[in-house]
């Protein structure tokens, strides 16, 4: 597995600097042009462990500096895998607030790796809650002006509610997989789904449904009128590589 240096001016006091990881990238596919609408970057220990074991050793204090590490670490890795399609990375929302940390940082990142901002999706994650929302819609606003696309990740769990939705104005959304799991079999998981695409329609948002697993689950997603999907019955995240779709033969 080959090592992948971050852009990160050298600061060996730095917070987390001494944490190994990499990337894993996994498809969100486009079931309408059936192509690769964009690959998400996700954390992985340097042996391809979960994110969970490379997060339990960062630190509440290292917590933004090293959420900065991911996002130059996943454009540094995609410069080298060169993916025709979109990037989705991770972002805490609270980092905004943090000068090392946020938005300009990872902009001066996709500068040296020379990604276009039109192919970065930020993912506001839904770990913590918005401390500031003002300040994070105006930054919102700043990268939609800069090029960039705001997605609300996990939508309908956590702290990614109505309220987000309503305030942000993301590009796009992803539906929780909670929301997702089983909704073949649950009429209630139907009926949100369709007022939630409902109204993304009406505002012009996007809406990627994620942790699909089922061809059940992908049946009743498209019927319902979802055009992005991302889960285990298309692709599994591959570490420092990007899979290819497996597309269902009657889809």
């Known amino acids: 597995m080959t090592a992948v240096r971050d852009a990160l001016p050298p600061a060996a006091a730095r917070p987390g600097h001494g944490i190994e990881f990499t990337m894993a990238f996994q498809p969100i596919a486009d079931l309408e042009a059936r192509t690769v609408f964009a690959y998400e970057a996700l954390v992985r220990g340097p042996g391809g462990e979960g994110a969970a074991a490379v997060f339990d050793l960062v630190t509440e204090s290292a917590r933004y500096h090293f959420d900065q590490r991911c996002r130059t670490k996943a454009l540094a890795l995609a410069t080298r895998l060169g993916p025709p399609a979109g990037l989705c990375i991770n972002f805490l929302p609270n980092a905004l607030y943090h000068t090392e940390t946020c938005l300009r ?3 001066q990142a996709a500068r040296h790796y020379a990604v ?3 192919r970065i999706i930020f993912e506001l994650t839904e770990g913590e809650e918005v401390a500031d929302l003002p300040v994070v819609a105006e930054a919102v606003r700043e990268c939609q002006r800069q090029g960039l696309r705001i997605a ?3 939508f309908g769990a956590g702290h990614s ?3 987000l939705l309503a305030d942000l104005q993301p590009d796009l959304i992803k539906l929780d997989m909670g929301l997702c799991r089983g909704i073949d079999a649950s009429r209630p998981r139907r009926a949100i789904v369709h007022g939630v695409l409902a109204a993304c329609a009406d505002l012009g948002i996007g809406v990627i449904a994620e942790g699909v697993e089922t061809e059940g689950e992908l ?4 019927d319902l009128g979802v055009r992005y999907v991302q889960g285990f019955l298309l692709a599994r995240p ?3 590589s990007l899979p290819e779709v497996r597309w269902p033969a009657h889809h």
Do not use: C, H, Q, Y
């Open 161 to 163: 509610g109505l309220n």
């Open 105 to 107: 940082a990872t902009l």
């Open 238 to 240: 591959a570490v420092e």
């Open 219 to 222: 049946t009743a997603l498209r």
């Open 116 to 118: 276009p901002p039109d």
């Open 152 to 154: 609300i990740d996990d």
